[in-house]
């Protein structure tokens, strides 16, 4: 049977997409595109605090397969998040925002995990927008190292269900995603969020992560308010 869709998503995905090509068309460098793409975040971040209804927001700042990326490209997104995080974590504190990090610490700077688990530490407390980035992420991932840890902890078969599963993702204690957002025309999930996204509702555009403002956001939400929920019923 379909549900009566909530006028807010409870937790919005968002798959940042365009920032090279936004760039590119400027005669600029990547890393100034993924420059760019970290205001852009600064920006949307605060429009949902501003909101006040949707609780959870998860960003996908750098995937797993992001490695096969030239080195001085992902040296550079490793500078701009650093630097961004020593300016944004005590902005998101005082708006009262919780970080939380998806993700392996494998392969990372021992200095940018350092400051990404203080600025989770400071914030763990806060009750407002949940902010969580997926960091060195990867769907299947991070289903294997749940599955992992459950066979490490032996616990039986019998007890193994899909609630116990979700107890053991990087997202436990979040919901599931309500409206997944990709930018720049294209039409893939990417290895996001596959668990929490079953039965998601999809927003795609042709704008750029970079061009991606306040506006943007309200039509991916107006679009969400428009369908009706079904999770599999007629």
Not at 173 to 188: G, H, Q, W, Y
């Amino acid at each position: 049977m379909a549900k009566t869709t909530p006028i807010f998503p409870s937790h919005i995905a968002i798959i940042m997409d365009g920032n090279g090509r936004w760039a590119t068309k400027r005669g600029m460098s990547r890393l100034e595109g993924h420059l760019a793409g970290f205001n852009t975040i600064h920006d949307i971040v605060r429009y949902l605090s501003e909101i006040g209804h949707i609780k959870y927001a998860t960003f996908y700042a750098f995937s797993t397969e992001n490695w096969h990326r030239p080195e001085t490209e992902v040296k550079g997104l490793f500078n701009i998040l650093d630097e961004s995080i020593d300016s944004e974590a005590p902005e998101l504190h005082e708006n009262n925002v919780r970080i939380r990090w998806l993700g392996r610490t494998e392969g990372l700077p021992d200095k940018l995990v350092k400051k990404i688990n203080k600025a989770v530490s400071l914030t763990a407390n806060n009750s407002g927008l949940t902010l969580a980035l997926a960091l060195n992420y990867g769907g299947r991932q991070e289903i294997t190292d749940a599955l992992r840890r459950i066979a490490d902890e032996r616990i039986p078969p019998e007890h193994i269900d899909e609630k116990l599963i979700a107890k053991y993702l990087y997202t436990a204690d979040m919901p599931d995603v309500d409206l997944l957002i990709r930018t720049a025309d294209e039409l893939r999930i990417s290895n996001f969020l596959l668990w929490q996204s079953a039965y998601a509702e999809f927003y795609f555009t042709s704008v750029l992560w970079p061009d991606f403002n306040r506006t943007e956001l309200d039509k991916a939400l107006e679009s969400y308010r428009m369908r009706k929920r079904r999770f599999g019923g007629l």
